[in-house]
């Protein structure tokens, strides 16, 4: 994929400022016919793939920067397969992988940022969240009950302007990640409940699928609605050019992971990475180094 191709894509879905944020005004069946064809997707994701490989590498033999990539989406979306096929080249040491699943006891007697900071890439590597933090401002808003088992006192958990403030504490977080080297990325896969509904009704009727499904998802539909207030909020507070959301057009699969690995090609690409540096004692150590392994016998 060419530098034009990955602007354009890019300049379709990043949002860096969410003032006026709408979700309805992006499409999820958007394929953007006019910058790539479905014929050529998957030359243009093996391409992808191999170039964010050889960007991995620089990241990690530079070890200054690190690169956090959040995936959020309703089920269905297309979360575990986009980090399948865009990660599948590169080096797993330099990459952490983490999925969020309910809090644990420990994890709810802490701040809920605490779980999250846990699992934050060291410098040179790549950090995927499989949701992420912002299932606090997702679930427990369509679902408030759940805030009563987190260990808040009432009158914090009853504040006014409760969901305002949790929204605010990312948004500065996520800033200070920013200038401690930790590019942040951020990736809302934007399905349509048709094509939802099109994917569990796949996996019922695929037994090898079944393990992906849980019937409990279908009740979660009912919520639909206020799911997706729940995102445009987060996605409208929390959009910054220190951590850009990318609303990425999930109904089609191989689009999704071009968006993908577009964005994570482009941030690295920004951070102009560069070899270590050798001075002239490291010189001076590989000529010694040289020269022991020259002089070893046969």
């Known amino acids: 994929m060419n530098s034009k191709q990955i602007r354009r894509l890019l300049a379709r879905t990043r949002l860096e400022d969410g003032k006026g944020f709408r979700l309805r005004d992006h499409d999820p069946g958007d394929i953007a016919a006019k910058v790539v064809r479905e014929s050529e997707a998957e030359a243009l994701l093996a391409g992808g793939v191999e170039r964010l490989a050889a960007l991995q590498t620089q990241l990690y033999a530079q070890s200054t920067w690190s690169l956090l990539c959040v995936f959020q989406a309703m089920d269905a979306a297309g979360k575990d397969g986009t980090i399948s096929h865009v990660m599948s080249g590169v080096n797993p040491q330099g990459v952490h992988v983490h999925s969020f699943k309910a809090p644990s006891s420990d994890e709810l007697a802490h701040d809920f940022l605490w779980r999250v900071s846990r699992e934050l890439p060291r410098a040179g590597h790549i950090g995927i969240f499989n949701r992420s933090h912002y299932e606090e401002v997702l679930i427990t808003r369509v679902h408030p009950d759940l805030l009563a088992h987190q260990n808040l006192p009432d009158t914090l958990r009853k504040k006014k302007h409760f969901w305002r403030d949790r929204l605010a504490d990312i948004a500065a977080w996520e800033g200070y990640l920013a200038r401690q080297g930790t590019v942040v990325l951020k990736f809302f896969l934007n399905i349509s409940r048709a094509e939802q509904k099109k994917r569990f009704l796949e996996r019922i009727d695929t037994p090898a699928k079944h393990w992906k499904f849980r019937p409990e998802d279908v009740a979660e539909r009912a919520h639909w609605d206020e799911y997706m207030a729940a995102y445009e909020a987060a996605i409208a ?47 001076a150590r590989m000529a010694e180094a040289r020269r022991l392994l020259e002089a070893e016998k046969p």
Do not use: Q, Y
């Open 237 to 283: 507070a929390t959009a910054t050019p220190a951590a850009p959301w990318f609303i990425v057009p999930a109904d089609s699969k191989w689009f999704a992971r071009l968006v993908v690995v577009s964005a994570m090609i482009d941030a690295l690409e920004r951070m102009a990475l560069e070899p270590p540096t050798t001075t002239a004692d490291d010189a």
